[in-house]
């Protein structure tokens, strides 16, 4: 497990709180597998788009959920959230210098640190990552465009009519239709600002990976809290992540 329990999170409410003292009570929460939950999370349905991109990362110990029983698909991924993602996917590899940001826990600075070192994500200023402010498509797409190397796409246009020529992001589009990591949320929008759940983060890092085959988990544990997660706010951390 990645991060501390207690000392992690800052203004956790809600949702985040429940789950907390369920698993500290054995409130509400089973350890009975149930039909219809999936990859060891009760909130994960089969045949969903995320499904699979869950199974994987799990495979990969890329993720723990945000209980041991939940993943929450539908809630809001930040940025730290996202770095930290980004960083297991890549093997937990250590950074040589420090990111020098003000705003960035001690568990979460390995994870930052090797992501400013390559280049892959930078802070708001020079003290902050803003690790805690919420991830939009266009953040999510650009992080791995750079990852990947800052490949230049065969070509520069896409077929989404909301991404600006010129903006920071739109090489990581064209690269990413491309690559088959993203298919907009219409024919002719990419929706760049629109904000980013794990479910779809998830996607996102199992395209980019090239999809590969796994065997969904079928029966996994009740989520007791699921519809406190499903759609809740976005936390400044997560338990596992």
């Not at 985040?16 to 369920?22: E, L, R």
């Not at 490949?151 to 009519?161: H, I, L």
């Not at 969904?216 to 406190?228: I, K, L, Y």
Request: net charge negative; aromatic share 12%.
């Amino acid at each position: 497990m990645v991060g501390n329990e207690t000392t992690c999170c800052r203004g956790w409410r809600g949702a985040v709180v429940a789950v907390m003292v369920a698993g500290l009570f054995g409130v509400g929460i089973s350890s009975a597998p149930v039909a219809g939950a999936h990859a060891g999370f009760g909130d994960v349905d089969g045949g969903e788009f995320f499904t699979e991109a869950v199974q994987w990362m799990v495979d990969e110990e890329i993720t723990e959920g945000v209980t041991r029983s939940c993943f929450a698909p539908a809630m809001l991924i930040d940025r730290g959230q996202a770095a930290v993602l980004v960083w297991r996917m890549e093997g937990s590899p250590p950074a040589q210098t420090g990111h020098g940001f003000d705003d960035v826990p001690a568990w979460m600075s390995p994870a930052v640190s090797w992501m400013v070192e390559q280049g892959v994500a930078y802070g708001l200023d020079p003290t902050r990552f803003a690790l805690g402010q919420t991830l939009t498509r266009a953040e999510a797409v650009t992080f791995l465009w750079r990852l990947a190397g800052f490949f230049e796409p065969v070509s520069a246009m896409t077929p989404f009519v909301d991404v600006a020529p010129g903006s920071f992001y739109e090489a990581a589009v064209a690269w990413a239709v491309e690559e088959g990591i993203t298919r907009g949320t219409t024919a002719t929008t990419f929706s760049p600002g629109e904000r980013v759940t794990r479910g779809q983060v998830a996607t996102f890092l199992y395209r980019y990976r090239g999809q590969p085959l796994v065997t969904v988990d079928p029966a996994s544990p009740v989520c007791g809290t699921r519809d406190e997660f499903n759609g809740g706010p976005a936390g400044s951390c997560l338990l596992y992540t």
